[in-house]
């Protein structure tokens, strides 16, 4: 039987979550299935060189605009995944203050 890392989403990627959802009511269905691949392997998504993180990206759907393209940031061990940031996929994450 396959083993599946535990996702787990921090504070301020359910926030921004929210937010996404209050204009893409379809936002929870798109991180269910982020985080079904990520559950599954991390590893195979694009890695952040320098850093501990990795992104993962959706895309749009033509004629479903309720179902948002999203960026999520997030980092991975051998038990878990971290689900850090999240944003459409027509913003750009900056750097913290």
Known sequence: MARYREVIEE???RRAIEEIA???PRA???VAALSWSLA???EQHFHIPGTPHS???SLAFAGVP???PLRV???FDAERVVLMRVMLASETF???P
Do not use: A, M, Q
């Open 55 to 57: 992104l993962i990206k």
């Open 73 to 75: 940031l997030f980092r």
């Open 94 to 96: 900056g750097r913290e």
């Open 66 to 68: 309720e179902v948002p």
């Open 40 to 42: 599954r392997s991390p």
């Open 28 to 30: 929870d269905e798109v």
């Open 11 to 13: 504070p301020e990627f």
């Open 22 to 24: 209050k204009r893409y």
